[in-house]
């Protein structure tokens, strides 16, 4: 997990939702607006943080098999 402990514009924690926004977007397939908006994540800057993070830790893994 790559996500930012806290978030880049207001400096709210973001880190703590992430596994919950995970959970319920990518493997229960929910609506990632009605999920944000149930965890109470109402700012733009912090949903952001949420709905833009890559899972990077996959490509790192995969590069470094190659070396």
Do not use: Q, T
């Amino acid at each position: 997990m790559m996500i930012p402990v806290r978030c880049f514009s207001c400096g709210a924690v973001v880190a703590d939702k992430w596994e919950e926004y995970d959970r319920r977007v990518n493997k229960n397939h929910e609506d990632a607006g009605k999920v944000l908006d149930e965890m109470k994540v109402r700012r733009y800057c912090c949903r952001r943080m949420l709905i833009s993070n890559p899972e990077l830790i996959d490509e790192f893994i995969s590069i470094g098999n190659k070396v």
